[in-house]
């Protein structure tokens, strides 16, 4: 018997595509989400290494709420409440989910979705992911470790060992991405 290991999650060419499709979406919305509040909430709790910054960078909560924007039309199932759960887990700092949070209540459509036949019937992903960001306790900035964090969870529990594109992982990787860029551009220094 053949068992290898399982390769690290990376940032694939499906991840890739969706990347300019999800940042317009994650724009849009923040600009939106701007106007409406006029400020938003960030957590401090980060993993050592993780800056925390608060203008110009997608929030985890903000990259979830692209996805209902990309892929809201699509069912939530296992590797959507597994892939939610892990991105509350980090955008909050904490190690088991909130009650009455968005991966409690994705897991509860996933397992609700599990058992009916029909599409029409099924909770879909823009139902559970709509104001994302208002119903995580705390916000961060996404990062590459989140993202990664997210695609392997997704992985685990989708039966094809595949993540989908538009999906939760996708929309958080194209977050990072932009973020580490927006890093970049911050860093760099400015000619005059």
Do not use: F
């Not at 989140?146 to 685990?156: F, P």
């Amino acid at each position: 018997m053949n068992q290898e290991q399982p390769m690290k999650p990376q940032l694939g060419e499906e991840v890739q595509d969706s990347l300019p499709h999800v940042a317009a979406h994650v724009q849009e919305h923040k600009d939106l989400n701007e106007e409406s509040q006029g400020g938003r909430k960030i957590s401090q709790q980060a993993s050592s290494g993780d800056q925390i910054l608060d203008q110009g960078h997608i929030t985890i909560g903000e990259a979830l709420e692209a996805t209902a924007l990309t892929a809201g039309r699509r069912p939530v199932d296992y590797s959507d409440a597994a892939a939610i759960q892990a991105a509350e887990v980090r955008a909050t700092g904490r190690t088991n989910i909130v009650p009455g949070g968005v991966a409690a209540a994705a897991q509860s459509a996933a397992t609700r979705n599990a058992r009916l036949t029909r599409d029409d019937e099924k909770t879909k992903l823009s139902e559970i992911l709509a104001e994302a960001t208002s119903k995580l306790p705390a916000d961060k900035p996404v990062t590459r470790r989140d993202a990664e964090g997210v695609i392997g969870a997704e992985l685990r529990n989708d039966p094809n060992l595949t993540t989908r594109p538009g999906g939760v992982a996708a929309s958080l990787a194209a977050a990072a991405r932009i973020n580490q860029i927006n890093n970049l551009n911050q860093n760099s220094p400015k000619k005059e």
